[in-house]
């Protein structure tokens, strides 16, 4: 049985003037008929499995669909069309520094997210010394979140992920927070949970990182599925000459995907 | 799966929640108060003074043929107040998280009911200024006190299902926390506060308005030492159980659908 298996999924996104309009706006344009919502497939017919300890690295420019796929595969969003079906709980880390409070102190924020991400309050009494050891930041512990930087925000966002030993983890563009020494500390704890049998999927705009961490990669394009496999270096290479416009998206061997059937 | 594992996972969803929860209500009450000198002092003092300012102003007026004028007033006045804090605050539970239910799968009732948990906390902190106030006002205390029990539930569940309603409304229109603060006037002047309805022709049209509904039970066995009837009971539950009725089909309908409007 497969820890994730994601099965022809199809995730219409809308945008429009809903979004931030008063009463007023939405009855004029209701009845002037400028009112309009734009529908979008954020991502089409994607389909993929993942076993125990599977690496994923997911690739793509931007408005690829990398973002809305994996609020898909965490539960925050439900595909229009296929199914998802995972085994096992799912810690998920989206865009990182956001989502903390600003008046809280570290340790508060810290057991608020712990929380949120779904850890035993047990869990993060006995973890929460490693947590800050690993983001190193005991200097700051009794600052209100405000007062500090992007990078060490992320330093804790990551810290406290990767703490968790989670079935499933899921991480957007996490690696590439903090400074040289803390990419090189997080590389590390990614091989070790990986090692430690956790199935991971992650957004990296790296593709050397992808390449050294990942045994399979998913490529999209616009909402549709390029490429899915573990001929991880193939891939890779084919996206590169794609990014370096040497071919054109169409060029692209469908050889390379090897889509389970 | 077998049975027993399906438990479990309930059992797990449960203490999980049960954490998150805890944590938000901690966040609540710890940015409420930040930078405060008095903190939960406030919630004791701001209804008293209150309560001073309208017995100065509406004595001359409403109070001098009324026994226990100021109880009467202190009845609609922590009531009333309980359901404007409970429902504006409520209003903004989804929209002033919606940095983390967008990035964290969890439960969106849980930011209602944490906010929740500290306006009744603040209500529960007027109440023993109420009391001590019925005490300076002479009322005598009986054994049916514990009755306000029932309308306090109620009142909860009221002001949980209203603020479930108002927080969906305001991820779609802005324009509702405005709307809102009109319709609280409203309210609020239809809820016979610092006045008698005896005056009107027809005092039973008072009881189409939920929040009198509650205020009176109040009254009623505070100042009267009364049991208030079948009737004045059905429609308290009527009140409630349609309003959190109406909130959870509506937190239900648009789960996945906050997301695009935030």
Redesign the interface.
Known sequence: MSVLDVKDVSIR???GD???I???D?VIKKITGKYKVREFWADRHVTFKLEKGDMLGIIGTNGAGKSTLL?AI?????PTEGSIHREGN?A?L??LA??F?P??NIK?NT??RG???????QF?NDTYKDIIDFADLWEFEDRPFRQLSSGMKSRLAFSIASMVKPEILILDEVLSVGDGAFKVKSENKMREIIAGGATTLFVSHSIEQVQSLCNKILWLHKGEQVAFGSNVAQICETYQRFLNKEISIHDVNPNICLKPQ | MSKKSDIETIKDKILKNKFSFEELVSRDFKTKYKGTVLGMGWSMLQPLLLLIIMRLVFTQFFGRTMSHYTTYLFCGNIIFSYFNESTTQGMQALRANAHIFTKVNVPKYLFLLSKNVQTLINFGLTLIIFFIMCFIDNITFTWKFFLLIIPIVFLLIFNLGVGMILSALYVFFRDMSYLWRVLLQLIMYMSAIFYDVSNYANPKIFYLNPVYVFIQYFRRIVIYGEIPGIIHHGLMIFYSVTAILIGCFMYKKFNHKFLYYV
């Open positions: 996104y809308k945008t809903f979004k931030d008063g009463l007023k939405f609020k965490s539960g925050i969003m439900i799912i998920a989206l865009e956001s989502g409070d008046e809280l508060e057991f608020l929380a949120l991400l779904g850890y035993t309050r993060m």
